[in-house]
């Protein structure tokens, strides 16, 4: 087992020299006093010859600039190592890089996702063959392709006349009554009077709509045009759905 132990004294002790020291401080004020008084010559050069003296202290300068680099230079040097006068990169030593197919290589198949069935357009369903549930929807389905947000079914025991609430693009809030009848079936005044006493009262509604899939009554037109709500009939749906424009910015 090695155990740490001190190092030998090796034994030499220096002994104090009063001369020596004295020698020092010779040498150091003698020093000064020459930096002195060539400090001082060079001022007084200066002030007989200054452009001599600014040539002088730009050629120190440059040259202490050049041996600042050729120490740097010495030290990066020594730092890297020193090479042997007969070395060569022989092939042996290149390092061959990676093959173009090592990197391009994938690991794992990329996944390619199939195309989203698209759901049948809405100009092409029959509304009349919906039920009422799927009517709303549908309804639903045409105020968000036109740009309303928040359009969502709300049609049901105590709607209060609601059938879809939805926010157009300008902010304006739609609320829409949809009324799924076949072409025998009218939507009549009665229809429209209780619609009209809740669209604004009630929802706050900026714009009021009544959708069917039949016509309307002149008398429910009359009063649908003095209340301003506005009356979509199986034609106007169907004009609705194919081409796109939003009955309530006509």
Known sequence: MTTAGRRP?????????????SLCFGLI???????????????????????????????????????????????????????????????????????????????????????????EPLEEVGFEAMSAEEFEQAVADLCRRDGCRAAEVVGGAGDLGADV???????????????????????GSQDLQRFGGTCFAVHDAHIAAVVTTSEFTEPALEYAAQCGILCLDGQALATWASTGSAPWRE
């Open 9 to 21: 004294h090796s034994g030499r002790t220096y002994a104090f020299s009063l001369r020596r020291l």
């Open 165 to 187: 609430l939805a926010v157009t693009q300008d902010g304006q809030r739609l609320v829409i009554q949809c009324k799924r009848y076949d072409a025998a079936h009218k939507v």
């Open 29 to 119: 004020a003698l020093v000064l006093l020459a930096a002195g008084t060539a400090l001082k010559a060079g001022v007084r050069a200066a002030d007989d010859h200054p452009v001599a003296a600014v040539a002088l202290g730009l050629l120190a300068l440059a040259a202490a600039v050049l041996v600042r680099r050729r120490r740097v230079r010495v030290t990066r040097t020594a730092a890297l190592g020193p090479s042997a006068p007969g070395d060569v990169l022989t092939p042996d030593a290149i390092v061959p890089a990676a093959p173009v197919e090592e990197l391009l290589e994938v690991e794992e198949p990329l996944e390619v996702e199939e195309p989203l069935e698209v759901e």
